[in-house]
């Protein structure tokens, strides 16, 4: 069996593989064969009594925590079998934290750390108290705008005669009377005062020279309003036609999938690591979110329906309350579908420099997407040279590329069979027309 995230492979034991056992230990557990190369294949180890009494040993006293350790045999051959079960405290090695992701092993350093531990202690990061804010620091404007919205969609609980204090503690944003960080981010009047990272930078790129950018810093609720107003009237253009007597605009992406976007990177962000960038170039635009894809869940599972995980339940809960999202796990589906209608390539949904990044494409004809398609290079530059011109010719192809005729007429009859061209014309004749993005 090949090494996953549960199986790792050593030809011989060093004290470093400690590492490897605190990661297991602090994951979902995992085994470790000592005397087994990376084919999986016995190599055996030759002082596998000494081993057998120092790795429990050194487990135990360097950790705190037992593990199975087992002697197994391949023909003459010995090697060692280190069981270790997944701990739901978190465990530290000489003080440092290892975790297990996929057949990685990382050690968990700042915002990732401090998230990690408040885990495993059973909280979140806006779970935590406030101590510093008071009730005065409460945005009302922003509480009852969520407050609308939440009786509209019928989702807020009972709350009748209630004052924004008693309405917020069952909404699970305070405790004993004090704000979590959770009410903070959500309704506060500057979050900023508590937490420098919650603002959102949106910047106009021109491949990677920008143009101009903006800063918005507010509270959830009103960021997810600003930043779309924002992107509507400054960074992105909207085409207009007549549908009768009427104007009708078409943005240049579909509005769910921007609001998507946008709630997603709000929601599920790390707030203990950096602000949320936008970036918008001629032909996409990013969101990107500090904190990865929660721990066995895909880029590709967020193309499905998939179990939902979010890194700030509290956020998460109250904005399905105020009906911002409709139920956990579906919004990355919506982004696609929504794309899918609009007849505009699959964004792009990856974990990206430890975050998450989510990328919506303008139109196929881009060197990206065209790459995507299995274009070679002489089609994907004949599509981008030739587009403006809106037509092509087989001998022009042939003379540009200095090719035969008959590789010029595969080249092109591809480009018809996947729709990027269409054929005007008989035999010498015959043109190459662009059909429309």
Same mark, same amino acid.
């Given at each position: 069996?090949?090494?996953?995230?549960?199986?790792?492979?050593?030809?011989?034991?060093?004290?470093?593989?400690?590492?490897?056992?605190?990661?297991f230990?602090n994951?979902?557990?995992?085994?470790?064969y000592?005397?087994?190369?990376?084919?999986?294949?016995?190599?055996?180890?030759?002082?596998?009594?000494?081993?057998?009494?120092?790795?429990?040993n050194?487990i135990?006293?360097?950790?705190?925590?037992?593990?199975?350790?087992?002697?197994l045999?391949?023909g003459?051959?010995?090697?060692?079998?280190?069981?270790?079960?997944?701990?739901?405290?978190?465990?530290?090695?000489?003080?440092?934290?290892?975790?297990?992701?996929?057949?990685?092993?990382?050690?968990?350093?700042?915002?990732?750390?401090?998230?990690?531990?408040?885990?495993?202690?059973?909280?979140?990061?806006?779970?935590?108290?406030?101590?510093?804010?008071?009730?005065?620091?409460?945005?009302?404007?922003?509480?009852?705008?969520?407050?609308?919205?939440?009786?509209?969609?019928?989702?807020?609980?009972?709350?009748?005669? *209630? $004052?924004?204090?008693?309405?917020?503690?069952? /909404?699970?944003?305070? !405790?004993? &009377?004090?704000?979590?960080r959770a %009410? @903070?981010?959500?309704?506060?009047?500057?979050?900023?005062?508590?937490?420098?990272?919650?603002?959102?930078?949106v910047?106009?790129?021109?491949?990677n020279?920008?143009?101009?950018?903006?800063?918005?810093?507010?509270?959830?609720?009103?960021?997810?309003?600003?930043?779309?107003?924002?992107?509507?009237?400054?960074? *992105? $253009?909207?085409?207009?036609?007549?549908?009768? /007597?009427?104007?009708? !605009?078409? &943005?240049?992406?579909?509005?769910? %999938? @921007?609001?998507?976007m946008?709630l997603?990177?709000?929601?599920?962000?790390?707030?203990?690591?950096?602000?949320?960038?936008?970036?918008?170039?001629?032909d996409?635009?990013n969101?990107?979110?500090?904190?990865?894809?929660?721990?066995?869940?895909?880029?590709?599972?967020?193309?499905?329906?998939?179990?939902s995980?979010?890194r700030?339940?509290?956020i998460?809960?109250?904005?399905?309350?105020?009906?911002?999202?409709?139920?956990?796990?579906?919004?990355t589906?919506?982004?696609?579908?929504t794309?899918?209608?609009?007849d505009?390539?699959?964004p792009?949904?990856?974990?990206?420099d430890?975050?998450?990044?989510?990328?919506?494409?303008?139109?196929?004809?881009?060197?990206?997407?065209?790459?995507?398609?299995?274009?070679?290079?002489?089609?994907?530059?004949?599509?981008?040279?030739?587009?403006?011109?809106?037509?092509?010719?087989?001998?022009?192809?042939?003379?540009?590329?200095?090719?035969?005729?008959r590789?010029?007429?595969?080249?092109?009859?591809?480009?018809?069979?996947?729709?990027?061209?269409?054929?005007?014309?008989?035999?010498?004749?015959?043109?190459?027309?662009?059909?429309?993005?």
């Amino acid at each position: 069996m090949p090494e996953q995230q549960n199986i790792e492979y050593k030809s011989s034991w060093h004290d470093d593989y400690l590492k490897w056992i605190c990661g297991f230990a602090n994951a979902q557990g995992g085994k470790i064969y000592i005397g087994m190369n990376d084919a999986a294949t016995v190599v055996g180890v030759e002082d596998q009594k000494t081993l057998m009494e120092e790795i429990p040993n050194k487990i135990k006293n360097n950790m705190g925590i037992t593990a199975e350790v087992n002697l197994l045999q391949d023909g003459e051959l010995y090697y060692i079998e280190i069981v270790v079960q997944p701990y739901s405290v978190p465990i530290s090695l000489r003080g440092r934290y290892y975790y297990r992701s996929g057949s990685v092993k990382q050690e968990l350093t700042g915002a990732a750390l401090n998230e990690f531990l408040l885990k495993r202690s059973g909280q979140t990061w806006g779970d935590v108290i406030e101590t510093r804010a008071t009730f005065a620091d409460i945005d009302e404007s922003s509480f009852w705008a969520f407050f609308k919205m939440s009786e509209e969609k019928g989702r807020m609980p009972e709350t009748l005669g *209630l $004052t924004i204090p008693q309405i917020l503690d069952k /909404l699970l944003l305070t !405790e004993n &009377g004090q704000l979590k960080r959770a %009410a @903070i981010v959500l309704f506060g009047k500057n979050p900023a005062k508590f937490y420098p990272n919650t603002f959102v930078k949106v910047g106009r790129f021109r491949e990677n020279d920008i143009l101009f950018h903006d800063v918005v810093e507010e509270n959830l609720i009103t960021l997810l309003r600003e930043i779309t107003n924002q992107l509507n009237h400054k960074y *992105l $253009t909207r085409k207009i036609h007549f549908e009768g /007597l009427y104007r009708v !605009e078409t &943005g240049e992406y579909p509005t769910p %999938a @921007i609001r998507e976007m946008l709630l997603n990177a709000l929601i599920h962000r790390n707030y203990i690591g950096s602000f949320i960038q936008i970036r918008v170039y001629d032909d996409n635009i990013n969101v990107w979110n500090d904190g990865g894809l929660p721990a066995g869940i895909s880029s590709e599972a967020l193309k499905r329906p998939h179990r939902s995980n979010p890194r700030n339940p509290i956020i998460a809960d109250v904005c399905f309350k105020g009906g911002l999202i409709d139920s956990w796990g579906s919004g990355t589906i919506r982004i696609i579908d929504t794309c899918k209608q609009a007849d505009l390539p699959e964004p792009e949904l990856i974990e990206q420099d430890g975050g998450f990044s989510v990328t919506l494409f303008k139109n196929h004809l881009t060197k990206e997407q065209l790459t995507k398609i299995g274009l070679n290079e002489r089609q994907i530059d004949a599509i981008l040279f030739y587009r403006t011109k809106g037509e092509i010719t087989g001998l022009e192809y042939a003379e540009r590329y200095k090719i035969a005729g008959r590789t010029a007429r595969a080249d092109l009859s591809e480009l018809v069979e996947k729709k990027l061209l269409y054929k005007q014309g008989e035999t010498k004749s015959v043109k190459y027309l662009f059909n429309a993005e």
